[in-house]
């Protein structure tokens, strides 16, 4: 069974920056594309981030270009956001999602991702 967590959300300032966590287990990590996303209270799931299935490329939502950075550690399953300069538009539930049937056609679906965490919020305060 696949299980992802992730953890590392707050309440930040403007400016500030948040480090979030997907741990994942019940996968072979290495053959799976991983994806950040989030969604604000009203809105629809959007696409922040990602992993091409084999890890060689990285993906970026023009929104957080230059201010986000997604990293894994294939030894430890873990998949991680660095986000900086947080601004109010920001706020969000983040979700970690695994894939191991993704094409580059498709990573930006969240239909495209058969496995989701349970989210960790992000709040941000001007």
């Known amino acids: 069974q696949v299980t992802l967590v992730e953890s590392g959300g707050g309440l930040v300032q403007t400016g500030a920056s948040l480090r979030l966590s997907c741990a994942a287990s019940?996968?072979?990590?290495?053959?799976?594309?991983m994806a950040w996303f989030r969604q604000a209270p009203g809105k629809e799931r959007e696409y922040v981030s990602g992993?091409?299935?084999?890890?060689?490329?990285?993906y970026y939502a023009d929104s957080v270009k230059g201010r986000f950075t997604i990293s894994r550690d294939n030894r430890r399953n873990m998949v991680y956001l660095q986000a900086n300069n947080l601004q109010t538009e920001d706020t969000a539930s983040y979700y970690c999602?695994?894939?191991?049937?993704?094409?580059?056609?498709?990573?930006?679906?969240?239909?495209?991702?058969?496995?989701w965490g349970q989210g960790t919020k992000v709040t941000v305060s001007s």
């Open positions: 999602a695994a894939s191991s049937t993704v094409i580059q056609s498709t990573l930006r679906s969240p239909e495209t991702y058969a496995h």
């Open positions: 992993f091409s299935r084999t890890g060689g490329y990285t």
């Open positions: 019940g996968l072979t990590f290495n053959r799976y594309a």
